[in-house]
């Protein structure tokens, strides 16, 4: 068969639909980046917003239109929280439960085809990440979260937590390895959490993959900025684990925190990103906000915004409060009139553009000496028969260049220049590679 996978919304679902490339591909069928060639449509849906709920139900109407003859498979939180009448009135043929996505492949290749493997298949799975024209793997490591921020529906779409071993986690990063992959990135739920209902945590896991896999590069996707053990920033001092964390922080203000139920306060966030910063001088923190959320006074915006100011977060993900129905925020008192929120939101938007030039420019300076060693991802061709190239350094930095070769998939030593449009721009030695 030929698999066309696309996703809404987190890296967690990017995640699975790599472990799904691959074992479609393992399995014989062939991954297609066209959704008009496919035999077969595979959506990985998100229902974190009510925007991402419109999204889910629009990827999955346009894909119909694109390819009426294919059978439509869904997946995700949107078809986990959805009505099995409201799925229904959108012609899906299969339904794949969140608690089910381990085996979407084999349910579906049962579904329509003869579920054994064919003598043809030959293709190792991890060429199923350059068919897609990534080079970078996000690895699945836990799914599902015991805590109940009262803003978030993902908890009760994702259900409790479940870590896979370690042992098959090394072995699917070591396979990677192998196959030409640089870097991964550790993703779930609750990144933070992992391990917990296996007697280990997340330091145990990368100290295993450091020492276990060749793998040359390992980020971390979002983590919650608490359950990190004592040990855990230790970690960074090997530097195949990349000095860059995504911390959602959401408010500035304690009061709005202890609203939304998170565990962390600002003195606490403060602490670890100091711990963080002085253990890696160009350490990269950035995070997650949400703007106007019920009850948030002007006062407590001032709070926030002053205390964001003072972090220098290299990047801000910016959200306006959105009612999610089904969540206990949903439900709380004195909402933040819409105009409002996007009068904060612009304002935010502003403050956070003003922190990742300054964030820029520190990395330009800490690089006077020294080339960063850049992964490049992809690449454009230009009329004049050069590649326009992007890349991201160890600290999570983008950085453009242009080049004679096509440098995709290699990292490779970077003199930064400048900075054009909030984006690096850097020189490539061609002589050195890793």
């Given at each position: 068969?030929?698999?066309?996978?696309?996703?809404?919304?987190?890296?967690?679902?990017?995640?699975?639909?790599?472990?799904?490339?691959?074992?479609?591909?393992?399995?014989?069928?062939?991954?297609?980046?066209?959704?008009?060639?496919?035999?077969?449509?595979?959506?990985?849906?998100?229902?974190?917003?009510?925007?991402?709920?419109?999204?889910?139900?629009?990827?999955?109407?346009?894909?119909?239109?694109?390819?009426?003859?294919?059978?439509?498979?869904?997946?995700?939180?949107?078809?986990?929280?959805?009505?099995?009448?409201?799925?229904?009135?959108?012609?899906?043929?299969?339904?794949?439960?969140?608690?089910?996505?381990?085996?979407?492949?084999?349910?579906?290749?049962?579904?329509?085809?003869?579920?054994?493997?064919?003598?043809?298949?030959?293709?190792?799975?991890?060429?199923?990440?350059?068919?897609?024209?990534?080079?970078?793997?996000?690895?699945?490591?836990?799914?599902?979260?015991?805590?109940?921020?009262?803003?978030?529906?993902?908890?009760?779409?994702?259900?409790?937590?479940?870590?896979?071993?370690?042992?098959?986690?090394?072995?699917?990063?070591?396979?990677?390895?192998?196959?030409?992959?640089?870097?991964?990135?550790?993703?779930?739920?609750?990144?933070?959490?992992?391990?917990?209902?296996?007697?280990?945590?997340?330091?145990?896991?990368?100290?295993?993959?450091?020492?276990?896999?060749?793998?040359?590069?390992?980020?971390?996707?979002?983590?919650?900025?608490?359950?990190?053990?004592?040990?855990?920033?230790?970690?960074?001092?090997?530097?195949?684990?990349?000095?860059?964390?995504?911390?959602?922080?959401?408010?500035?203000?304690?009061?709005?925190?202890?609203?939304?139920?998170?565990?962390?306060?600002?003195?606490?966030?403060?602490?670890?990103?100091?711990?963080?910063?002085?253990?890696?001088?160009?350490?990269?923190?950035?995070?997650?906000?949400?703007?106007?959320?019920?009850?948030?006074?002007?006062?407590?915006?001032?709070?926030?915004?002053?205390?964001?100011?003072?972090?220098?977060?290299?990047?801000?993900?910016?959200?306006?409060?959105?009612?999610?129905?089904?969540?206990?925020?949903?439900?709380?008192?004195?909402?933040?009139?819409?105009?409002?929120?996007?009068?904060?939101?612009?304002?935010?938007?502003?403050?956070?553009?003003?922190?990742?030039?300054?964030?820029?420019?520190?990395?330009?300076?800490?690089?006077?000496?020294?080339?960063?060693?850049?992964?490049?991802?992809?690449?454009?061709?230009?009329?004049?028969?050069?590649?326009?190239?992007?890349?991201?350094?160890?600290?999570?930095?983008?950085?453009?260049?242009?080049?004679?070769?096509?440098?995709?998939?290699?990292?490779l030593p970077t003199q930064l220049t400048g900075i054009e449009d909030g984006v690096l721009t850097g020189s490539v030695d061609h002589n050195n590679s890793n």
């Open positions: 068969m030929r698999i066309h996978l696309s996703a809404l919304g987190c890296r967690l679902n990017e995640a699975e639909l790599e472990q799904w490339a691959g074992a479609f591909s393992a399995a014989g069928d062939q991954i297609t980046a066209s959704a008009e060639d496919a035999d077969v449509l595979v959506l990985n849906t998100c229902a974190v917003t009510k925007e991402a709920v419109r999204k889910s139900r629009q990827r999955v109407q346009r894909l119909q239109r694109t390819n009426p003859e294919a059978k439509m498979v869904v997946s995700g939180c949107y078809s986990s929280l959805e009505s099995p009448e409201a799925l229904a009135e959108l012609g899906i043929d299969l339904v794949v439960a969140n608690t089910d996505k381990d085996n979407l492949v084999p349910l579906t290749r049962a579904e329509f085809q003869q579920p054994t493997m064919p003598q043809s298949a030959t293709v190792p799975a991890e060429t199923a990440l350059f068919q897609r024209n990534r080079h970078r793997a996000f690895i699945k490591i836990q799914d599902g979260c015991r805590y109940r921020c009262t803003f978030c529906i993902v908890t009760v779409a994702r259900g409790a937590e479940r870590s896979r071993s370690i042992e098959s986690l090394v072995e699917e990063v070591q396979a990677l390895s192998e196959s030409g992959v640089h870097e991964i990135v550790l993703t779930g739920v609750h990144v933070g959490g992992y391990g917990s209902d296996l007697d280990t945590n997340l330091h145990n896991l990368v100290t295993a993959l450091v020492s276990d896999t060749d793998i040359a590069r390992i980020r971390f996707a979002s983590v919650e900025p608490w359950d990190l053990s004592p040990d855990f920033f230790t970690l960074f001092n090997n530097p195949r684990v990349l000095p860059h964390m995504h911390l959602p922080l959401q408010s500035g203000s304690d009061t709005v925190l202890r609203r939304m139920a998170r565990r962390c306060k600002t003195g606490d966030f403060r602490e670890l990103t100091e711990r963080l910063r002085a253990q890696v001088p160009d350490f990269n923190i950035t995070s997650d906000i949400i703007v106007g959320f019920p009850g948030e006074t002007e006062a407590e915006w001032h709070e926030s915004i002053e205390f964001i100011d003072s972090m220098d977060f290299g990047h801000l993900h910016i959200f306006s409060y959105s009612e999610r129905e089904g969540t206990k925020a949903a439900t709380l008192p004195n909402p933040v009139p819409k105009p409002l929120r996007a009068k904060r939101s612009k304002a935010l938007h502003a403050l956070a553009s003003n922190q990742k030039h300054r964030v820029l420019n520190k990395m330009l300076e800490l690089a006077k000496d020294q080339s960063p060693l850049v992964l490049w991802e992809r690449g454009e061709e230009q009329p004049d028969g050069q590649f326009k190239h992007w890349g991201y350094t160890p600290n999570y930095l983008k950085v453009c260049t242009t080049s004679k070769q096509d440098l995709a998939n290699q990292v």
